[in-house]
């Protein structure tokens, strides 16, 4: 069995708005469950309408409880159910230090490599090419997430190898995914940034275990998280023990299907304005489409992200997985400048 | 009884795949019907699969019709439903001409005022404001959608004509919202571009209308619209013989509630794909809330947006409608300087 | 200029939540602003966090205004922003008399015929057909809001004339849907109940415009309508002085595209918790599909359904809209018996 | 290094819409690259547009290759991408036996229990409700996927101890969720079905994992999951060697709020035209709310569940987890007299 955390400096506010004709004897029973769930009630009586304010010690308490008493109308539960997370529990921003590269400072490091580590010769290519453009941090997936058991899985160890040694080669920091807690070991071992991935936001299990380690982790946001959820799956690390966190915005699921998912570029000043966390955006998996990378990252750069993540290949026809939303070489130059002048433009460096 | 438009030299393309166990007579009863609806149809018999092409002049032919018949697996309707719209017919961008504000080429221009026009002193102080920071077009509503029937409706005709003469004494076009067909013929007395709202966006009775006027017309998306819907309802107003159409991009309802909707980024670079109407981007609505507002601004001018719609207030407590989604004076000046640097980093002015 | 409405004996209720550092200057200036606005204000001191509850007479006050304030961290606004069509204002089902036809009581009417009238021949043959099979009500379309500029758009006048006939052929009440206020006059001559469509929802002209009707309306959910939008635009229609209205889901959209739309059959109960309104289910637009939708229209009488709209269509494959998701006569039987069998286990009628 | 599975005879039909002004030259590009993709390609050239259709064994082609190629202005990928799942592969319906509980059948088990197992009394307690009232599996969390770090996880394996004992005491069959691939050799221990959680559908490493034993599997459907994902889920555990698969339905994420999720009745009927697995439904954690529960049950058996799952407690105010959604004793009894009213209607068995 599982300890659960617990936070015991941590107040919860609930608002409850009783019916209208709401009896005395409803009343008082609904202010006795919420003292004898710890609370201490203040009662406001409008002209129509009266309101119920409880203050107490109950961490993540479940509003639903009083919403199913008699005489109840509505509950709200005002507490933001995160608290490492939050910005109100830490003011400064988080600056991570991940070997020579700082992520939430002023200088945005633009993270770049391949989808699938595939061989050596396209590691070694990719990441020189890279390098040159300027990015500081090399990407390359060795466990691949894939949608259909008939997809290429990844190379497992031999990726995370050559990973490392491209790295390694071009001084680049590297970054790479880990789907389950039995990878976590070796993923340690090679990777500085080990990512979790859209699919496993929510695998409670994996984020406890990579709560123990002290690895910084990218955390990709899901593609049906609402930014609330997202910040509660970082809690789960940070409550775990690795303060060494950040987001990754890589687009949510909507209604439009031009776009394989809608990158949700708000949520960048979104997190900023509720989160000390740093936030990366990823506009190759966003988007799907290689002609849309580039706009889309040189928006994620003006809306004030702190990396920028995006799939480039030298030979895209070619790769085992989602080559056409890789950026061909060039591509990767010109938007190399663009974003490095944007940055620029709002006080911040490349 | 309303007369549909035809396009006569506008074919259509349609994939019918069959089920694995057809009959012979289901596929020639398939065939049959597709002949008899107009279509040419080429067979195509693969190792397990027999699939139909079928190319015909049957402009918006309902494909369910075909998904229906015995024998049919599926059926993929190829061909884009519109057609003036896009860029398949049209292949240089459109540019409009609006006064001396030219939209849709190399510059980008400012949309800027307040939600709605509340007073005299309120749109030229407001007018002062936005010309002095470089913005070419002036908005303020008249006619109000407001979601209760209890909030402030608008000035009407009233409102009109301060939108007109703060636009006269300091040389901006305006724009204002149309929301029924009884107002085209007043609302096009006094503006140099109709706007229709997003919740109007498939009111086709008005979009039918506006189509015979020579008004430049701004087209919001709907909230629940996707690009295809949007440059469905572009369709319209240009088949009823107004060409000068632009789009503006205003957010799309997604599950994320932090955000009043989720600005859709993406779809800037969608639209210019696909069409070659102009697309402005209204990043104040797309948010409701005044400091994600500039960085959603900047997000879009990065992204490739046609023109910038905000609103601005010089006393946004005070203001009737959308106070909090205002910019400030001060801010609206900086966040003006920051665009007009994005701008000049993709070849573009302000 | 149009006047608002106003509902003097109104309260509204505002919970601000402030920030842990907020300063008592802050504090004092945030309780200020709100008592300028009309409320009275209690503050709760919790052992972190400092929240303040505000009750007035402030109908639809915009709580953007007090999120904007320094020292504030959330606003939380109580109150249901509608009033005339929520429960707590009256607490017992509406029922509409709709000619001999009551709905919104024990019995379950059903609303059935074709998408769009086509002929005389074809609307008396359907409407002979759903007669026998024990519908209450014809529907029919005469304005058709079609998507695409370049479909059939309806009959007109003459369709509405062929649908009061076959009404009073076969004594059912009809209903057909209004497009533009400049329709009001000549469908409600014609019509028993008016029809809003799902495009309309929100097209604040014409629902003022029918509330100056006495006739019965029913009211589509938008595609992108929470619940709450959707109510709020009934209140527009009894604020405007109509007390017969009924709503009508029709599925919303998701990010799913196998079925048209997501039929919502949860916004059944939760409609009838919220509102005393009566609320039936259209199952051929939610789902776009034929055999979808007897299932779908058994899970809505299930779930509390008010009404149930089908269409109809004795020769689909010839039908001018629709005829895909049109069921045929047998079809249309069969359902009927399980509907009526279903009705009565939860003690309903058909 | 993972092997990928491997299906030989499954071909693949993708079709190629080329631009208006495609050259000759490009045009032969583009079938090149087919050919060299190992497809045979047809080309129908119409009034206007040159179509290519392309058939070949290409197991889960990344069509986004071909879009990339200049010249290409659309490309629909036409084959289902999953098979074992798919009704095209086994016409016959799935039925699985579980026990001596049949599941796919006519006859329509009722899986029932509470959220969370809390202890022997509690299991005791509600086994005997639900067996009293007709269910036939039981069911209870030992190990609790929580939103938050800070709530209640679950008894571990001392809770799998009490579920089978409960289990065994009334002759339950019964199931419980794995959250991590460690957790499955002590669940398929103790437990008749393992569940995977919403938030555990595109765990694709669990779904390996699972595919390895002969347990039957609980596949509930994501919050973002089309009916396509949920099937290649499905699809990935077929393919690792459990044939034993069913679905539950629990509610996707939309806009609406109201409820906790959007139950989606619709994917019901969609599944059983797709797919041979059995689908079952959860009211409980699909809408949230224990007064939504009864009706959305009822909806689920009149579209076509093959079970029905919902949380039971006799004390829900006390419950650890989800109390609110919870059932009272009495309200499940009545339930159950409904639902079996009901699947009569249709011509099954409860």
Chains 1, 2, 3, 4 share one sequence.
């Not at 920091?173 to 929510?202: C, F, H, L, P, W």
Request: glycine share 8%.
């Amino acid at each position: 069995m599982k300890k659960d955390f617990i936070n015991e400096d941590w107040s919860e506010v609930v608002v409850i708005v009783l019916e209208r004709n709401a009896t005395e004897k409803q009343i008082e029973n609904v202010i006795k469950h919420l003292e004898d769930y710890g609370f201490s009630v203040h009662k406001s009586t409008g002209v129509e309408q009266i309101v119920l304010g409880a203050i107490g010690v109950q961490p993540n308490f479940d509003s639903r409880k009083i919403s199913i008493i008699d005489g109840v109308l509505q509950v709200h539960r005002i507490t933001e159910p995160f608290k490492l997370a939050s910005r109100t529990f830490q003011k400064e921003n988080s600056v991570l230090k991940i070997k020579n590269v700082e992520l939430g400072g002023v200088a945005i490091p633009v993270i770049a490599g391949p989808c699938s580590v595939e061989s050596e010769e396209q590691m070694m290519t990719i990441a020189e090419i890279v390098k040159n453009a300027g990015a500081k941090i090399l990407r390359g997936g060795a466990f691949k997430p894939r949608t259909s058991p008939y997809s290429f899985q990844g190379l497992g160890e031999e990726g995370l190898k050559l990973l490392r040694k491209a790295g390694d080669e071009y001084e680049l920091a590297v970054v790479t995914e880990v789907m389950e807690s039995g990878q976590i070991e070796i993923v340690e071992k090679y990777s500085d940034i080990i990512q979790i991935g859209a699919r496993n936001m929510q695998n409670f299990s994996l984020l406890r275990e990579l709560g123990k380690t002290q690895k910084p982790i990218m955390l990709k946001r899901g593609m049906a998280a609402t930014v609330e959820d997202w910040l509660m799956s970082a809690e789960y690390i940070l409550a775990s023990g690795n303060k060494h966190v950040f987001l990754c915005e890589r687009g949510i699921r909507t209604f439009e299907t031009y776009t394989r998912n809608t990158f949700d570029v708000s949520a960048i000043p979104v997190v900023h304005k509720r989160s000390h966390l740093p936030v990366a955006a990823d506009p190759s998996h966003a988007t799907g489409l290689r002609d849309k990378v580039v706009p889309m990252a040189r928006a994620a750069v003006a809306a004030g992200a702190d990396a920028i993540m995006v799939e480039v290949h030298h030979d895209p026809e070619k790769a085992l997985s989602d080559g056409p939303q890789a950026l061909l070489p060039k591509q990767f130059e010109d938007m190399m400048k663009q974003l490095k002048a944007i940055a620029e433009v709002i006080g911040r460096t490349m």
